[in-house]
């Protein structure tokens, strides 16, 4: 009998060991990851760069609170503004994705405050979008658009509307006295691997400087290289200017920590910057940023960046697609997303399943059985999310299961 909480339907194996893109079970089965701890081990399993840093960090100084200056943050935070998404602003750091979107939908919320309705009551309704996912806090789980998700959690945080995504109407619509941010995926992971189009990306920033309303992005699945440009937008629209971005997953490599960034855009008569409304006291975490989590990160960042790994990404991105499309197998209707955030759109229709089984699910544990670790993605996609390290040989390997797999179904 487990004692775990059986949250997640877990598969019928146990994991013992990773190693670049390989991953053993207790059985000694090896497997080759395309699911990378869901788009989190940005290089592979056990990089000896960040072995390293983090066997020497920990056994310097693992922890010891915000309440002192902690210099791995610093640098860690110096990294991230001008290395990674390079525009000005201030970093505070979380454990995790939700966490970093409850601090962004706390800030936004803060804001409205700032810059009250007509009546001088707070704005602070916050539209996000149908198909969304933030992550499980009461603040991320109500900010994401699927029932399944909120089921019996009610009542739920209010103050979110869910416009339909690449839909400039929906989102203009959904726009009230009372918002005070528009808050988005560049491209919808869990929902399915649905990229935002340029136009909805700049429409969305457009509408933001209209009504006065904060750009919020959760770059927690696509940020740190994945979508092969160090932030996910910046492939889709790199003009646009975010105000507001949470990150977690590609930052840790696999150690948990999570960020947000706030921009310096004006907020008030005087100009002082955005990230001067999260003032001392208005947030705090008591792990966020630790020493040990922050040399884990800044091991990630110093490989991203000098082994140039978002260019690595959509390289190897194109590859992938064009070598699947050139399968021309029947149950393959497309293969969608940005970079390593990819997704094979099945054609259900097409092959037998199961009684009572999803698509992604049956051909997600197909491929896990074959020796190929992916990720479901909504009902009908299969998400292949895999380090941005994977070398050209591991990626033939687990697309020649993927191919045989499919070509069974
Ligand atoms: C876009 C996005 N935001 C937020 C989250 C939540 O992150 P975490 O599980 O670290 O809380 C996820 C997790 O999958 C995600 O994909």
Redesign the pocket.
Known sequence: MSFVLPTYARAPITMAKGEGSYLYDTEGKVYVDFCAG?ATCSLGHCHPAQVEAISRQAGTLMHCSNLYGIEQQELLAKRIVEDVIALPGKVFFSN???ES?DGIIKTARRFGHRRPMSNGQPRYEVISFKQS????TLG?MAATGQEKIQQEFSPLLEGFRYAIYNNIESLRSSITEKTCGILL?PVQ??GGVYAATPEFLRAAAELCREHDLLLMI?E??CGFGRCGTMMGWQSIAPEIKPDLISC??GLGGGFPI?CFWIGDRATDEAGNPLYSIMDAGSHGSTFGGNPLACAAALAVIEQIVSQNLPARAAVISERIKQEIMSWQLLPIQGIRGEGLLLGVALKPASFELPAGSLPSVYLNNLCREAGLLCCPAGPDTLRIIPALTISDETLREGLAILRCVISEL
């Open positions: 869901i995790s994705g939700a979107n996912f933030h992550g499980r991320a995926e992971g869990e959760d927690v699945q977690a997953k999570g």
